[in-house]
């Protein structure tokens, strides 16, 4: 059983930054893939970043330049930096994985949220403006 665990969620003020980490229980990416989603409410799941299974990274065009993405040199845990954010950035934050993809980084992410089987609780950013 493949778990996933968010941390690092919390409130900030306009402009502010904040670094989640998710770790996971099995190392599944040797031919995996990961990724952050967020769900604001009221609204749909959006991917925000996407690492694929030889580390290229791909951004939603809403986090562009702001989230940086990246795995430690043992591919755990994951983390999304976080600068520059806004208030339209407040949302659950979840960590996701599939254990088997070999796409490119772009194209993971053209497929959005569905594309994961493994998700984590979740992590709360709020930001205030």
């Known amino acids: 059983q493949v778990r996933l665990m968010e941390s690092g969620g919390g409130a900030v003020q306009s402009g502010g930054s904040l670094t989640l980490s998710c770790v996971v229980s099995?190392?599944?990416?040797?031919?995996?893939?990961m990724g952050w989603i967020r769900q604001a409410p009221g609204k749909e799941r959006e991917t925000v970043s996407v690492?694929?299974?030889?580390?290229?990274?791909s951004y939603s065009e809403s986090v562009r330049g702001r989230f940086t993405t990246s795995l430690n040199k043992d591919k755990n845990p994951l983390y999304l930096a976080m600068n520059d954010l806004r208030p339209e950035d407040t949302a659950m934050y979840y960590c996701?994985?599939?254990?088997?993809?070999?796409?490119?980084?772009?194209?993971?992410?053209?497929?959005?949220?569905?594309?994961?089987?493994?998700w984590g609780q979740g992590t709360q950013v709020t930001v205030s403006s």
């Open positions: 996701a994985a599939d254990s088997s993809c070999f796409a490119e980084s772009s194209y993971l992410l053209r497929q959005g949220p569905s594309r994961f089987d493994y």
């Open positions: 690492i694929d299974s030889v580390q290229r990274k």
């Open positions: 099995v190392h599944t990416y040797s031919s995996g893939c």
